[in-house]
């Protein structure tokens, strides 16, 4: 499969909303990935039934405060420099790449990595959505080595780090990115051909795009949320799909608390019930409660898109009076088991509940504040 | 030339002395590289001249905040893995080891590390004393890069880093060892043989062998410091050698920040003059003062030992009420060039004063307190 520069495009929009708040703001993944296709080519996409089972993958993706990744972006000799390292680490150069996440940002690095390298991408991923930490992703939770996993910045420092668990890299990598300026380029979780089919969440660069396509096309048919709607329906993953609710940003707050945007986010519904929802995010929204009662929860997708236009608004563009749209969406199975929930469930994330999907959540809260 | 058991322990007094007061106990260097020896055998300590050129050298040692580098030694495997780390990087195992400094624990990591690979040791460092630093070396001020550096814990964490200067490297590697745990083992500097030959400081584990003999043997012989002293006015780098004061400890402030023990002490004179010193350090002690004029100043050497038995008493051991005697000594020539007061002379540590050498500080101060 090739992509065209308009797929470019759907892509980032779809890649926003399943960034579900956070991820990093694909605009820039874009204009990267663009950059990069101008001079060296449009990489090949395969899908993961096309890979050898003793081929080699890399990840490559980029970590840091989304709000520094919106003004200090990849340079490409950094991308290089990760993959290069890690194929020395380990001894063995890549035979294809896939995205860590395809949620913001790092949907497209993977495109831009690709292209620079003429490497064949991977139509798939390790969340179907973003997730702040390096050890939030399927390919940790059923067993692949985060480590060997080659960190670089833009003046060309590399790390590379061998750790005894995911979380311990994701501890000291955090750490060294805030050093480095709070955006870095991060290679990782080496695997081959058979591990990729057997834990990464496939199909979802396409799936971006498609959603990415089904918002543009609802802006000229009439609803554009519902057209979204009605599209995830469709999807293998994010089939379970409700509007939560349709309100007015009237409180937000977000600091910057260890390298993530933390906080919340409150909405007052539009048709004059007096009902409130509140929104809690760390880089991505978590959970989602009406007077109290949860309606959506991690790792459900919890998005926030304009009411009219459908435009996913991320954590950092958050302001007051925005008129907005709640969607939630199912996670993709792989990401709903227990061994899943375990490590991004949330509990993972310091909530103190468990996970209910979000299809046997009851639609209608008990009741209102009226 | 061979190193006998009983040379350890001098060689672990001479360290202590070269330390300056930093540089870690070599009281646990010691005991680590006995257990190493009693397991692997004697390593050969080798002169410069007698490397290839084209041999390769690696630096062993460890970093860490002196306090915890007492109580969490290196495990051994963390040396062996450093070293293989650094091999595998730059695609060439060692052919000999060296220190890179010679002044307290580290004289003796790489006694323990060549006992366990079964290499030759260098007799030679890039100090002639210790530093709080990896760039402040001789071997970077000659040019030679400091990374590629690995660096490992005692869980087998490993961390390769390469950095555009050695600064940055020291940066980097300082805030990952505080993550760590303030005690990792680091091997860096992977040159040549040519590289020793025109930049380290030669000679010195013979020269704190024989330091810590002298020591040993002025006990015996009458004044223990007077012995010591004398001793140092025939070694070809600390040859200029004055005992600044004789004085009982009155006032001693130490802090640990950002991993380094930084703080200053203040000595009263015995024969009742009303004379009074302050020495302050950073880890080792930087300058000596009298009555507020500089009676030796980094990178010469300031030491204080016990008055009686010449001991070296570090910066952690320094207690209210000690009876010490304050030597300075000049630094190997090599460590007073321009270049190297670039790195390491009185304004790398923060002091508004220049380097004076203290062969030209005059004995005497203008006037005491009286």
Redesign the interface.
């Known amino acids: 499969m090739k992509i065209a520069p308009d797929d470019l495009r759907d892509i980032a929009t779809g890649a926003a909303f399943l960034g579900a708040g956070g991820g990093g703001d694909p605009y820039i993944g874009r204009l990267l990935a663009m950059a990069a296709i101008d001079e060296f080519g449009m990489p090949e996409i395969i899908q993961a039934d096309e890979i050898d089972d003793d081929a080699q993958v890399f990840t490559i993706a980029m970590l840091g405060a989304p709000t520094v990744l919106g003004e200090k972006a990849a340079c490409g000799d950094d991308i290089d420099l990760a993959i290069e ?1 890690l194929a ?2 380990i001894g063995r150069a890549p035979d294809a790449l896939v995205g860590i996440e395809i949620g913001g940002m790092n949907s497209l690095i993977p495109v831009m990595a690709a292209s620079r390298l003429g490497l064949p991408l991977i139509d798939a991923d390790g969340m179907g959505r973003a997730f702040p930490e390096i050890q939030m992703v399927t390919f940790n939770v059923y067993g692949i080595p985060c480590t060997p996993l080659a960190m670089t910045d833009d ?10 668990d995911a979380k ?1 890299a994701e ?2 990598v955090r ?2 990115s805030v ?2 300026g709070c955006a870095v380029v991060m290679s990782s979780y080496p695997m081959n051909g058979a591990q990729v089919k057997s834990t990464a969440v496939r199909g979802t660069l396409t799936l971006a795009r498609d959603i990415g396509r089904a918002i543009v096309r609802g802006r000229s048919e009439g609803d554009a949320v519902d057209t979204l709607v009605s599209f995830l329906r469709t999807t293998p993953y994010y089939n379970h799909c409700k509007i939560l609710f349709d309100g007015k940003v009237h409180d937000i707050r977000r600091e910057t608390r260890q390298g993530f945007s933390v906080g919340h986010c409150h909405l007052s519904a539009l048709d004059g019930s007096g009902r409130v929802m509140e929104i809690s995010f760390q880089n991505e929204h978590l959970v989602a409660r009406e007077d109290g009662r949860t309606r959506a929860i991690v790792p459900d997708l919890i998005c926030l898109v304009d009411r009219e236009t459908a435009e996913p608004v991320p954590v950092e563009a958050l302001k007051y009076g925005q008129r907005l749209k709640v969607i939630a969406t199912s996670a993709a199975p792989i990401m709903r088991t227990a061994e899943s929930l375990a490590v991004f469930g949330p509990r993972a994330f310091g909530l103190e509940e468990d996970f209910v999907p979000l299809e046997e959540i009851p639609e209608q809260p008990g009741g209102t504040k009226e």
Chains 1, 2 share one sequence.
């Open positions: 390292r020395q680490r003046h060309l420092t590399s790390v590379i780090v061998d750790t005894a311990s501890d000291l750490l060294a050093h480095l």
